[in-house]
């Protein structure tokens, strides 16, 4: 990496030569500092090993760019669009404000956006690999259809399940760790296997189960079902009984790409769709699910 010392220092838009954010090759080793960007467009620039700091964004569009380890202190950012083709790859956003801007159907990858606060801004449709949001606040934000690899959610303010309804995320942590339950309701011999084997494991590794009938909530059941699945860190399926929730609830998770534990009582009653998924079969024995559960429990949360 550079040293700061070898950065160009631009502190005064004067300074900027014109067409220097439109169709330029490559901006690389700058410090941006106390500039404001009023109703500016940043046009097919390619942007690497750059630094923003205490600048200002009104109104600017950013159109097809290219950011590579570009870092932004201390900025602000409003009634911004950044969703046309955005590729950003590297970088740390710190204390920086975001009001009504537009990430959507961007592409970002290894970014830090720490000590940040979002209000009314616009993730939807973004893929994203390995992108934090330490210690920020969605105060307003949405994340409709978004896909996210190893995603940070920890220790965010006014974060809630419902802004990942439809989105996909694969390896993501949250405050919660939580495993979703899908079985049929009402069978007792379920309710042994859940009790005595499924929620016994489970909180050996300090996992909370979530099964959708033994708590209280808000809004509908469909809802519930697939803002849980799609949060929680793993599922456990049992699909002994033909059921038509289970395998709506399974369906979803798989489209979802959730790391699934599928159980049975026997192999003759694998459903004829998961037949190439791997089962724990478990012959309604409580010591056999327990045993199979942690051993594939252990090898799923390691990988």
């Keep these: 990496m550079l040293n700061k010392k070898e ?3 631009i502190e005064s838009l004067d300074d900027v030569p014109d067409n220097y954010f439109i169709n330029n090759q490559s901006i690389e080793a700058v410090i941006f500092k106390d500039l404001i960007f009023d109703s500016f467009k940043m046009d097919s620039v390619l942007i690497k090993n750059c630094y923003f700091e205490s600048c200002k964004f009104i109104n600017t569009f950013f159109d097809t760019c290219d950011f590579q380890r570009v870092n932004f202190n201390s900025c602000f950012f409003d009634n911004c669009i950044l969703n046309n083709s955005l590729r950003y790859i590297t970088g740390t956003i710190n204390d920086t404000f975001f009001s009504e801007t537009d990430f959507s159907t961007s592409f970002i990858q290894n970014v830090k956006f720490i000590d940040c606060k ?17 210690n920020s606040d969605f105060v307003k934000i949405s994340f409709n259809e978004a896909n996210i690899v190893r995603g940070n959610f920890k220790d965010i303010i006014n974060i809630k399940r419902n802004l990942f309804y439809n989105s996909i995320l694969d390896d993501c942590t949250f405050d919660w760790n939580e495993a979703f339950i899908i079985m049929e309701f009402n069978n007792s011999n379920n309710d042994n296997l859940y009790k005595y084997g499924i929620e016994e494991i489970l ?8 099964r959708v009938d033994k708590y209280e909530f808000k809004g509908k059941i469909t809802e519930e079902i697939m803002i849980n699945i799609t949060t929680s860190k793993i599922v456990i399926a049992e699909c002994s009984a033909s059921n038509k929730n289970v395998f709506f609830e399974v369906g979803y998770a798989l489209g979802r790409n959730k790391k699934i534990i599928f159980l049975v009582d026997d192999a003759k009653n694998i459903p004829f769709d998961l037949k190439d998924y791997k089962f724990i079969i478990h012959n309604n024995s409580i010591d056999l699910l327990k045993t199979q559960l942690a051993s594939r429990l252990d090898f799923l949360m390691s990988n």
């Design 7 to 9: 950065y160009t220092i």
């Design 118 to 134: 979002f209000d009314d801004v616009d993730l939807n449709r973004i893929k994203a690999k390995s992108i934090d949001f330490i």
């Design 203 to 210: 909180k050996d590794r300090n996992i909370e189960p979530k």
